[in-house]
């Protein structure tokens, strides 16, 4: 028994909380401590009401058996789950609240169902998508479309604008589709967060939009990029100046998350603010934490595109 806590413990890196006072009385190993305090073993009692563990016991079967079914329970309660790796959960932060079960997949395209919650489905675009026919794509179901403005270079650090980004914006807006509108930040000072919110909203003048405008930043895996080596203290920095500068100049604010940049990255309470839009491409959004659009795919197929363009889908709780 002894031997399983030490194992069990150690694959969970467990530790027993400092100055724990031990509750069996015959047992103050720490594997077997931190175990007990994560609800995985629990011992048996003797006649006199003395909890044991009786560490030196060789194990039954039914006792194994529990053990394995208390553990998932545990990691479920205690851990995300990406790419292999366990990751504490925060709870400060509001979990994601849609049900994985209401989630289907029909023609290509992931759609929401729970009976409560108002889904919408849309796109988001660059110049890499081409002529568009706009009236094409809200014919062919969809809503809204968030439109790339511009981007700072990863090595230069200009700004520059989306060639495509004046079409676009006039073309869905004449088609009837909401819009909103994201940079490509490749922001490593809050000077330069701001400056890009100053740049996007004289780039969308007086074009009135529906939906927010984001703060999309994204690693580039050049190690010559200048943002490269940037960490999640001056990262999150960036998209709080950006999100401040761009509701001071009157438009609503959010933030563009990839699944991994959010769990090791952003210090997610800083942007509770602001709307997230998470990036987790399958078949339901397995990001474990609030937020309200969800792109789920990168190689959509839609009328009017010739061109693959990523998948949205945006939550709206019923009142």
């Given at each position: 028994?002894d031997?399983?806590?030490d194992?069990?413990?150690a694959?969970?890196?467990l530790?027993?909380?400092?100055g724990?006072?031990?509750p069996?009385?015959?047992?103050?190993?720490g594997?077997?401590?931190?175990?007990?305090?994560?609800?995985?073993?629990?011992?048996?009692?003797?006649e006199?009401?003395?909890?044991?563990?009786k560490?030196?016991?060789?194990?039954?079967r039914?006792?194994?058996c529990s053990?394995l079914?208390h553990?998932p329970?545990?990691?479920?309660?205690?851990?995300?789950?990406?790419n292999?790796?366990?990751?504490?959960?925060d709870y400060?932060?509001?979990p994601?609240?849609?049900?994985?079960?209401?989630?289907?997949?029909?023609?290509?395209?992931v759609y929401y169902?729970?009976?409560?919650?108002?889904?919408?489905?849309?796109i988001?675009?660059?110049?890499?998508?081409?002529?568009v026919?706009?009236?094409?794509?809200a014919?062919?179901?969809?809503e809204?479309?968030m439109?790339r403005s511009?981007?700072?270079g990863?090595s230069?650090?200009?700004?520059i604008?989306?060639?495509?980004f004046?079409?676009?914006?006039?073309?869905?807006?004449?088609?009837?589709?909401?819009v909103g509108?994201?940079?490509?930040?490749?922001?490593v000072?809050?000077?330069?967060a701001?400056?890009?919110?100053?740049?996007t909203a004289q780039?969308?003048g007086d074009?009135e939009?529906?939906?927010?405008?984001?703060?999309?930043?994204?690693?580039?895996s050049?190690s010559e990029?200048?943002?490269?080596?940037?960490g999640?203290?001056?990262?999150?920095d960036c998209?709080?100046?950006?999100c401040?500068?761009?509701?001071a100049?009157?438009?609503d604010?959010?933030v563009?998350?990839?699944?991994?940049?959010?769990?090791?990255?952003?210090t997610?309470l800083?942007?509770?603010?602001?709307?997230?839009?998470?990036?987790?491409i399958?078949?339901?959004?397995?990001?474990?934490?609030?937020?309200?659009m969800?792109?789920?795919?990168f190689?959509?197929?839609?009328?009017?595109?010739?061109?693959?363009?990523?998948?949205?889908?945006?939550f709206?709780?019923?009142?």
């Amino acid at each position: 028994r002894d031997d399983v806590a030490d194992l069990c413990a150690a694959a969970l890196t467990l530790r027993a909380p400092s100055g724990m006072a031990s509750p069996f009385a015959d047992s103050s190993r720490g594997s077997v401590l931190a175990l007990f305090n994560a609800g995985i073993l629990a011992g048996s009692f003797d006649e006199a009401g003395n909890r044991l563990y009786k560490g030196g016991d060789t194990l039954r079967r039914s006792e194994i058996c529990s053990i394995l079914i208390h553990v998932p329970d545990y990691v479920k309660r205690t851990f995300v789950i990406l790419n292999n790796t366990l990751i504490p959960i925060d709870y400060s932060l509001r979990p994601s609240p849609y049900d994985e079960s209401c989630f289907y997949t029909k023609n290509g395209r992931v759609y929401y169902d729970d009976g409560v919650t108002k889904a919408r489905y849309g796109i988001d675009v660059s110049y890499y998508q081409g002529d568009v026919d706009w009236k094409a794509v809200a014919a062919d179901g969809i809503e809204f479309v968030m439109i790339r403005s511009g981007y700072r270079g990863s090595s230069s650090g200009a700004l520059i604008e989306d060639s495509k980004f004046r079409d676009y914006i006039t073309g869905a807006s004449k088609a009837g589709l909401d819009v909103g509108v994201y940079f490509f930040s490749q922001a490593v000072t809050e000077d330069e967060a701001r400056e890009e919110a100053r740049y996007t909203a004289q780039l969308i003048g007086d074009t009135e939009l529906e939906l927010p405008v984001f703060f999309d930043w994204e690693r580039v895996s050049d190690s010559e990029s200048r943002t490269y080596d940037l960490g999640g203290a001056e990262l999150t920095d960036c998209a709080v100046a950006f999100c401040e500068e761009t509701e001071a100049l009157g438009f609503d604010a959010g933030v563009y998350v990839y699944s991994e940049t959010g769990y090791y990255g952003y210090t997610l309470l800083r942007l509770s603010d602001y709307t997230i839009w998470n990036s987790s491409i399958g078949n339901y959004p397995y990001f474990y934490y609030a937020h309200s659009m969800w792109q789920y795919s990168f190689k959509g197929a839609v009328d009017g595109i010739d061109h693959d363009c990523d998948m949205d889908m945006m939550f709206i709780k019923s009142k």
